[in-house]
């Protein structure tokens, strides 16, 4: 028995064009799919990334916010520490009550004084080497990576060793005789006149001077 295909041979043609249609149609979309997806996913992880930046640059615009603020308040405690330390050395250094009261009991009736001060008018300073531990403590307070390798400084106080006396007298003999009393009174290593010259004062004139007492 001999089987006889009674279709049409351009159906059968059109048929298999249809079949190789859907057949590239579905591979085109499987490339479409493999090339498309890594893409997807890696605009998302840069997405992300870019997100996680912003973040991190925020954090660090306010972590330098930060570090300034806690430098300021470090600066401000060495102020204070200086300030006093300042004081105590000169709280230390000097009987100041007794100082001045020496001071009046040489003056002549003929002299008054306009200022008296120290000299120089704050302590000086000299530098030491920190030890490692104290600037470690010290970077670590400040929010700063310094190179402890390097030797610090540390300002060690010195008070004044001269008080400065700056005033009036009716004459040049007046003047001399406070600056011999001030030698008298031996609480000085050295009493020196800086300078004096007469001046107008009020309907006549005075002399101005300056002198120096160290000790």
């Known amino acids: 028995m001999i089987g006889v295909n009674l279709i049409p041979a351009e159906l059968l043609i059109a048929r298999a064009v249809r079949r190789r249609i859907r057949v590239w149609l579905v591979v085109s979309v499987v490339l479409v799919g493999v ?8 605009g998302h992880r840069q ?24 430098a300021n308040v470090a600066q401000t405690v060495l102020d204070t520490d200086l ?12 009987c100041w009550s007794g100082l001045l009261g020496l001071v009046a009991d040489c003056m002549p009736q ?15 300073s000299s ?13 670590r307070e400040t929010g700063k990576q ?37 030698k008298a009174s031996r609480a000085f290593t050295a009493v020196e006149q800086v300078t004096s ?13 300056v002198v120096t007492c160290q000790w």
Do not use: N, Y
């Open 35 to 42: 090339v498309l997806v890594p893409i997807v996913v890696e």
């Open 47 to 70: 997405g992300q990334v870019q997100r996680l930046r912003l973040k991190i640059a925020g954090m660090e615009t306010r972590l330098h916010g930060v570090r300034g603020k806690v």
């Open 83 to 94: 300030e006093l330390a300042r004081s105590e050395a000169l709280r230390t250094k000097r």
């Open 110 to 124: 003929e002299v008054w004084l306009t200022s008296i001060a120290t000299d120089p008018p704050q302590p000086g």
């Open 127 to 139: 530098s030491h080497e920190l030890p490692r531990a104290a600037r470690r403590r010290s970077a």
């Open 146 to 182: 310094q190179d402890i390798s390097k030797p610090a400084e540390v300002v060690i106080l010195q008070a004044p060793t001269k008080i400065r006396l700056e005033g009036f007298a009716l004459d040049h003999g007046a003047m001399m005789d406070l600056i011999t009393r001030l």
């Open 197 to 209: 010259g007469r001046e107008p004062v009020l309907q006549g004139d005075a002399v101005r001077f």
